[in-house]
């Protein structure tokens, strides 16, 4: 199971730190990743960090904003974000069990988390 916290309402401008923690099993030989999908729009790719102490890749949107990073036990992502944006408002989803930049890689989903910002 992923439980992912840290969504809430911030005003433009604002940081937010996200975390998604797997419990069950390690997935830490995984890579860990963030999607969202905000109103009317489909799924997407933000973040991935991959496993056993790997890099990370970013949307080339997210760059610049937003920082994935990970738990040295491997099995807590977080995504920080900053300098929030109305655009950000969405539901946010941490994945694993696979790597990739498309919501069909992975095997294991969060149940979400809503970001509200405000202008």
């Not at 738990?71 to 655009?87: C, F, H, I, W």
Request: glycine share 16%; aromatic share 10%.
């Amino acid at each position: 199971q992923l439980q992912v916290s840290g969504g809430g309402l911030v005003q433009a401008g604002g940081s937010l730190r996200l975390s998604c923690t797997a419990s069950g099993r390690s997935f830490s030989s995984y890579a860990m990743a963030w999607f969202r999908r905000a109103p009317g729009k489909q799924r997407e790719f933000l973040a991935a960090v991959r496993g056993s102490g790997g890099g990370t890749n970013y949307a080339d949107s997210m760059k610049g904003r937003f920082t994935i990073s990970r738990d040295s036990a491997g099995n807590t992502v977080y995504l920080q974000m900053n300098r929030l944006k109305p655009e950000d408002t969405a539901v946010y989803y941490c994945a694993t069990g696979g790597i990739g930049c498309h919501p069909h890689d992975y095997d294991y989903w969060g149940q979400g988390t809503l970001v509200t910002v405000s202008s």
